[in-house]
């Protein structure tokens, strides 16, 4: 167990719709990371907060957006749902300063239908 | 850009066999971090080394060792005698220095998948 939670765990909606993911990081981690595991893509960094302030961005689409709230859990929205969107997201999570491992939680797997 | 690439997609071996997966990595940054994480069979994704470019000691922690040679920009892991339990995909990625603008995100190879047969 990495102590990164995400919820939830399996995810089932059609195209068009709306869904939100959920990580809690670390307890005493700072940054948190959101990655796209899809068989066509790999595993795809989108975005990066640190300590509530977007760090860095990746190949993040325009329809998805995440932010990282004051208690330091994140969230990331998609919109607009296509097919394409099935993969597993990944929540990933780090001290940043010092230490640059990133803690993984267990995913959260997206069903586009 | 900074690039990893694991040659190996699938490897297959019988129980107690060494196996040895590739990562080759392109930065153009003089310093970087490069890792191996697994990703056993109920999908998560297992942190298992971090190196630096400055520390080039390759190490053995049990049945686990890693060969780290900046000349050829190598990255190899190995297993020795396996077991079932190793099977799974094993992905090497690098991070280039945290202090960049562009923050410390993780670039991932492709992933070797480990079959260990008893």
């Known amino acids: 167990d990495s102590g990164v939670t995400q919820t939830p765990k399996h995810l089932i909606t059609a195209t068009g719709q709306r869904v939100t993911l959920r990580c809690s990081p670390r307890?005493?981690?700072?940054?948190v990371y959101w990655y796209q595991q899809s068989l066509d893509q790999g595993l795809q960094f989108l975005i990066q907060y640190y300590n509530g302030e977007e760090r860095a961005k990746g190949n993040i689409l325009e329809r998805f957006s995440a932010q990282q709230f004051p208690d330091l859990h994140s969230e990331l929205n998609l919109s607009s749902l296509e097919l394409g969107d099935s993969a597993l997201y990944f929540c990933?999570?780090?001290?940043?300063?010092?230490?640059?491992?990133?803690?993984f939680g267990p995913g959260t797997r997206l069903t586009v239908t | 850009a900074q690039k990893v690439t694991q040659a190996q997609t699938e490897i297959s071996v019988v129980e107690k066999e060494d196996v040895t997966l590739d990562c080759v990595y392109e930065?153009?940054?003089?310093?970087?971090?490069l890792f191996w994480y697994k990703q056993p069979p109920s999908g998560e994704l297992v942190f298992l080394i971090r190196?630096?470019?400055?520390?080039?000691q390759n190490e053995i922690s049990g049945r686990y060792s890693w060969n780290f040679q900046k000349s050829t920009s190598s990255f190899n892991f190995t297993i020795t005698a396996s077991q079932v339990v190793d099977s799974a995909v094993y992905f090497c990625?690098?991070?280039?220095?945290?202090?960049?603008?562009?923050?410390?995100?993780?670039?991932f190879g492709g992933g070797t998948r480990v079959l260990v047969k008893p």
């Open positions: 990625a690098l991070s280039e220095s945290p202090y960049k603008a562009a923050g410390n995100k993780l670039t």
């Open positions: 190196r630096n470019s400055f520390d080039e």
């Open positions: 930065t153009r940054d003089t310093t970087y971090y």
């Open positions: 990933a999570s780090s001290v940043e300063v010092g230490t640059y491992e990133q803690y």
């Open positions: 307890s005493g981690d700072l940054s």
